[in-house]
């Protein structure tokens, strides 16, 4: 049973940075594809970034450039880097993922697997 679990939310200024985790099981990074996604009050899940099982790894255009995902295979461990976060990152954050070799940023929201979400609050 794939089980996926976030940690790493939180309070930061505008320009601030956060890590977020998420501790995965059940699933082999080999053959999954994972993902985080985002959605605030009132608007619809925002795909964000995705790793295939080969590391490639993608982004939404809003976050490229400022967030990195990566994964810590030994821990089956999925990240997501955030720096010069903006009061629009302001969301709740999930980690996803799903059994396919290839995915775009955008279809993380769509995975079969996700966690249950870890709050980020950009404000100064």
């Known amino acids: 049973q794939v089980q996926l679990m976030e940690s790493g939310g939180g309070s930061v200024q505008p320009g601030g940075s956060l890590t977020l985790s998420c501790a995965a099981s059940?699933?082999?990074?080999?053959?999954?594809?994972m993902g985080w996604f985002r959605q605030a009050p009132g608007e619809d899940p925002e795909g964000l970034a995705t790793?295939?099982?080969?590391?490639?790894?993608t982004y939404e255009d809003s976050v490229k450039g400022r967030f990195t995902i990566f994964i810590d295979d030994a821990k089956n461990t999925l990240f997501l880097q955030m720096n010069s976060l903006k009061f629009e990152d302001t969301a709740m954050y999930f980690c996803?993922?799903?059994?396919?070799?290839?995915?775009?940023?955008?279809?993380?929201?769509?995975?079969?697997?996700r966690g249950q979400g870890t709050e980020v609050t950009v404000s100064s």
């Open positions: 790793i295939d099982p080969d590391g490639s790894a």
């Open positions: 059940g699933l082999s990074s080999s053959s999954y594809c």
């Open positions: 996803a993922a799903d059994h396919r070799v290839r995915a775009e940023a955008d279809q993380a929201a769509e995975f079969a697997y």
